[in-house]
């Protein structure tokens, strides 16, 4: 994989809460960075991929009603 360095400016706090978490995973800041990016920049294809299903499913679903057909007044189905 051809890579890049980058320089970032991350506040001290978290940086050393990042080398907290990488150290106790067997990891180094740099694996979270890349399974960060990754995550994001992989979810929304993932969302784009379940919206498309869904609407798939939404298109080919049963029908509630008969074409023409009305659903009951409110005050016939609730008497008062």
Do not use: C
């Not at 067997?26 to 694996?31: D, I, K, L, M, Q």
């Amino acid at each position: 994989m051809d890579t890049q360095n980058v320089t970032l400016r991350i506040p001290k706090p978290l940086l050393a809460e990042a080398k907290r978490v990488a150290a106790a995973r067997g990891s180094n800041v740099t694996a979270l960075v890349i399974e960060s990016l990754t995550r994001i920049t992989s979810g929304d294809e993932a969302y784009n991929s379940a919206w498309e299903r869904q609407k798939e499913l939404m298109h080919s679903g049963k029908r509630l009603r008969k074409s023409g057909e009305t659903f009951s007044e409110r005050d016939a189905l609730h008497e008062r």
